[in-house]
């Protein structure tokens, strides 16, 4: 015999051990009792359900039938299949009659006028807290189940809603060149492709990370990780930045070569409010500690604009552009002085593949000097290859207020329009 008082404190105390509503435990708990009552002292095809007061500790239990009509029903006579359910020629479901489980809706309105078809009635039965050993078995093994798929999907939900945010974890352990990270109540994963190059992961070092995805598979929860993913410094600004939530500052796109150097194009949406300097922080502090954060990458912010011209000088800083031609192929010829030329490249073409990517358009490099000729290197990729579309996104997140001469106090590389252009 069960002691329902026990119950209760059982319920309060399984909750609080295992992060689960009250209200779920009570419907585990229900579930097993109906489980048990139905397997002692009624028959496989009838629907049991008990119900739990935790008011009065009073258990009750009740079969329940579904409201049918002749519409819904098989025709008498029909080849027997054995499944509750069939289709017709037109594909709908056609219940097969169990009297157990179903009732008529004339007899059903006999009971309760106003009910329609598709609704449950409940016929209350004897109260029981009597089970066998097989019955109680059947219980506990219920309990133990629901609790524990209730158990994932709380956790898979929790860590759902982090997908596309930053999380904090701990290096657990490398496995060949993946690395495993502890998140809590479960384990993450950091695929080698999501690091940052000849970044080191210690064990126990506690370290931050992008959440890239978050799946429910057969071997469990799936969270996958990143360090590399340009969205990762977009939420590391956002975190930084008071003002993003207000929506003043756009990050409008971004461009990241992860452990080297990454481009992100800023805008604002108040006049009065410098977007670089937001970005920046006084002395430099807001992207200080995202600099920090990713092992002194180098990162430049410049000033978006919708003039592609402008947009591509902006893009191109540290280097002076004297002219910029923007042509209908979506490629542009830009043109700088013969000093700026390894600027405008970069070392190994590393400055125009990222004003590329960070613009979208196709950019060749050429000296003032010399307006026919494409300077060697001075050509940037083609759109949209596999590692462009990993590594450049446009994306909406918020930067606040400052001043340009506290990134230049800070010496960090910011540039606007003005400088930028010749």
Known sequence: MFDLKTILVAIQQIAGERDISEDRVREIVEAAFAAAYRREYRTKNEIVRARFNPKTGDLSFYQVKLV?????????????????????????????????????????RKIRPNIFTGEELEFPLETKTEFGRIAAQTAKQTVLQKLHETEKENLFNQFKAKEGEIISGIIQRTDGRNTFVDLGKTTGVLFSDETIPFEHYRIGDRMKFYVVSVEQTNRGLSIVLSRSHPRFIVKL???????????????????????SRTKIAVASNNDSIDPIGACVGQKGTRVTTVIQELGNEKIDIILWSDDPAAFI??????????????????????????????????????????????????????????????????????????????????????????????SEQAGIDTTDESSESA
């Open 68 to 108: 049918v009509d002749e519409s819904m029903l098989q025709p008498e006579g029909e080849e027997e299949t054995g499944e509750q359910y069939t289709e017709d020629e037109s594909g709908q479901k056609k219940i097969k009659f169990n009297q157990d489980r179903h009732i008529m809706l004339d007899e059903a």
């Open 237 to 259: 600004f956002a975190s930084e930045v008071p003002e993003i939530a207000e929506g003043t500052v756009e990050i409008k796109s971004i461009a990241r070569e992860a452990g």
């Open 313 to 406: 000088t902006n893009a191109l800083a540290p280097a002076k552009v004297t002219d910029v031609q923007v042509r209908p192929d979506h490629s542009a010829r830009v043109f700088v002085p013969a000093d700026q030329l390894s600027l405008a490249i970069g070392r190994g073409g590393q400055n125009v593949r990222l004003a590329h990517r960070l613009t979208d358009w196709r950019i060749e490099i050429r000296s003032a000097a010399r307006p026919n000729e494409i300077v060697e290197g001075g050509s940037s990729e083609p759109p949209e290859t596999e590692h462009t579309a990993k590594n450049t996104i446009e994306i909406q997140a918020v930067v606040s207020d400052t001043h340009k001469t506290e």
